[in-house]
């Protein structure tokens, strides 16, 4: 099984819509993010937590809420998914032990289609 | 503002033939350097880093990266190229030396096509 698992893998949704994209893993590692991926752009990073009583905005926060449930769960929400958050999302995790490199764990990702 | 730039969106080689994929960044401080690979349908999985030392860094697959401070650069080689490298590449910088915890810039991606 994966370290880094994302649901749903695919999903398509109306403009309007509210949609949950979850991520969970077995890693142990306290630091989680979200980035959004599109063509061209690389990755760009939306939310990031270090602990489950942390929670930041990163680059693209607009549009996006999250919820750490527990130190192995990280939720990205789209209140009200409009067509331009169309796009690849990845769930990630790092460890803050000992010899950190700022290496980080991705999932498979998530693929949203918004109409 | 920080910023990775990696210098062609497609790269094309023959099997066999030099992989070279440019990647240009800028820091103010020494930043902690990183190439990931995504295949198709899949995450990004790390090919290598630099952090510290020495400037020429080893990866899997057979790639490695160096770490050029006066160029600003860090550009990806493998010295022959198989089939099973055709991914997007990508790379990635976190410009505070290790700092900034996760929180890498990423380039705009080079999609490696490998032909027979």
């Known amino acids: 099984d994966a370290d880094v698992t994302q649901t749903p893998r695919n999903r398509i949704t109306k403009t309007g819509k509210r949609i949950m994209l979850e991520c969970s893993q077995t890693?142990?590692?306290?630091?989680m993010y979200w980035y959004r991926q599109d063509p061209g752009l690389g990755l760009r990073l939306i939310y990031y937590?270090?602990?489950?009583?942390?929670?930041n905005k990163g680059e693209i926060s607009d549009g996006y809420s999250v919820s750490r449930q527990a130190q192995a769960k990280f939720s990205l929400s789209l209140e009200s998914a409009i067509p331009n958050q169309t796009a690849l999302y990845f769930c990630?995790?790092?460890?803050?032990?000992?010899?950190?490199?700022?290496?980080?764990?991705f999932g498979e990702g998530s693929r949203l289609t918004v109409l | 503002a920080q910023s990775v730039t990696q210098l062609g969106s497609h790269v094309s080689v023959s099997e066999g033939a030099l992989v070279l994929l440019r990647c240009n960044y800028s820091?103010?401080?020494?930043?902690?350097l990183f190439w990931y690979v995504q295949y198709p349908n899949q995450g990004l999985q790390l090919l290598l880093k630099?952090?510290?030392?020495?400037?020429l860094v080893k990866g899997i697959n057979g790639f490695e990266a160096e770490f050029k401070k006066s160029e600003t650069s860090f550009h990806l080689t493998k010295p022959s190229a198989h089939m099973s490298d055709a991914a997007e590449y990508f790379c990635?910088?976190?410009?505070?030396?290790?700092?900034?915890?996760?929180?890498?810039?990423f380039g705009q991606g080079t999609i490696l096509t490998v032909h027979p």
């Open positions: 890693k142990g590692h306290d630091r």
């Open positions: 990630a995790t790092s460890d803050l032990g000992t010899g950190y490199t700022g290496e980080l764990f």
């Open positions: 937590s270090f602990d489950v009583k942390d929670i």
């Open positions: 990635a910088v976190d410009p505070a030396g290790g700092t900034s915890y996760g929180k890498l810039t």
């Open positions: 630099y952090t510290t030392g020495a400037t």
């Open positions: 820091s103010s401080v020494p930043p902690y």
